[in-house]
């Protein structure tokens, strides 16, 4: 295993990008946990899927974009929920560090 200054591993994150990586996990739960937030999401997805369940089954353009539309929601709380668990793991191997 390839040793950098101070006896530290190669692939191991230094204690700074750790923190770094805590907090970041820290903004993005409490956007996660927000209520006006929260709120604004479960309001766009409601629209969404209502235009959907409105359009014309034949209306395939407006059908894909609202389609596409929703899934761009999900990526985003995906990226949200996958930073606040980066943000738990680097907090873990703090804690073990």
């Known amino acids: 295993m390839m040793m950098h200054r101070g006896g ?3 692939g191991r994150m230094n204690d700074g990008k750790l923190n770094d990586e805590v907090a970041r996990g820290q903004r993005a739960a409490m956007l996660l946990g927000d209520e006006i937030v929260t709120e604004a999401l479960n309001t766009i ?3 969404y899927l209502d235009a959907w369940r409105q359009s014309d089954p ?3 353009a407006k ?4 389609f596409q539309m929703l ?3 999900d990526a985003f709380k995906e990226h949200l929920t996958s930073v ?3 943000g738990d ?3 873990k191997e703090l804690r073990r560090l």
């Open 45 to 47: 997805e409601k629209r």
């Open 58 to 60: 034949t209306d395939d």
């Open 84 to 86: 606040a668990q980066t």
């Open 71 to 73: 899934r761009a929601l």
């Open 8 to 10: 530290r591993s190669a």
């Open 63 to 66: 059908r894909e974009k609202l």
């Open 89 to 91: 793991l680097a907090a």
